[in-house]
């Protein structure tokens, strides 16, 4: 079982151009999400699912889009991106059915530089 | 607006004891996470509060104050692989984490 996976692991991107970045998960949880974690900043939301075919804006979703169509995938894309897009982005998921703790599990991220 | 109060870094000594405080102010309170984070790789779940009080698991232990808005996070017999860094989240009302900027943990032998 992997758990959740991202693609790619690292990126370098020049500016203006459109990436898609990869997330799925095989452990059928309901709920995703997307973050950016830049230093000296706490992670920060982008988007997230509570569960397929539904979406929602988290704190900085400006410059972001993503789509959920099935259980295990949620990519998130960037329609062009910008210098301050820089970051390592994490996706997240969580089994929010079964209430309890509702614990996020992530990914082993994405390092994306644009330049 | 939301708040997470993390110390930046801290360094302690193999075999010792640390407590990791993390301070919040939050609109709605719906649970505490820590998270451990190794250098280049991803969060890791440690521990949840959702209760005052103290919750143990083996050398890791994690406090909870909501009247204080105050957690810690205790280390005991510190090792080497303990150096990461521990990020503090918060669920707010809408039920999203608010992150600390995480605790750089430095284990000197």
């Known amino acids: 079982i992997a758990g959740i996976t991202q693609a790619p692991t690292s990126q370098i991107l020049a500016a203006g151009r459109r990436m898609t970045l990869r997330c799925t998960q095989d452990?059928?949880?309901?709920?995703m999400y997307w973050y950016r974690q830049d230093l000296g900043l706490g992670l920060r939301l982008i988007h997230y699912?509570?569960?397929?075919?539904?979406?929602g804006k988290g704190e900085v979703p400006d410059g972001y889009s993503v789509s959920r169509a099935n259980t295990d995938d949620f990519p998130l894309t960037l329609a062009s991106a910008v210098p301050s897009q820089t970051s390592v982005y994490f996706c997240?998921?969580?089994?929010?059915?079964?209430?309890?703790?509702?614990?996020?599990?992530f990914g082993p991220g994405t390092r994306l530089t644009v330049l | 607006g939301q708040n997470i109060d993390q110390p930046t870094e801290m360094t302690a000594t193999e075999g010792a004891i640390v407590q990791i405080n993390c301070t919040y102010q939050?609109?709605?309170?719906?649970?505490l996470f820590w998270y451990q984070q190794h250098a280049g790789e991803a969060p890791t779940f440690l521990s949840y509060?959702?209760l005052d009080g103290l919750e143990e698991k083996g050398r890791f232990s994690s406090f909870l104050s909501r009247s204080k808005g105050y957690s810690y996070l205790l280390l005991k017999e510190l090792q080497m692989k303990d150096s990461a860094s521990y990020l503090c989240?918060?669920?707010?009302?809408?039920?999203?984490?608010?992150w600390g900027a995480g605790t750089k943990l430095i284990i000197k032998p």
């Open positions: 989240a918060v669920r707010d009302s809408n039920y999203q984490l608010i």
């Open positions: 997240a998921s969580s089994d929010s059915s079964s209430g309890g703790a509702n614990t996020q599990y």
């Open positions: 699912s509570n569960t397929a075919g539904t979406t």
């Open positions: 509060n959702v």
């Open positions: 939050t609109s709605g309170f719906n649970g």
């Open positions: 452990m059928r949880h309901n709920a």
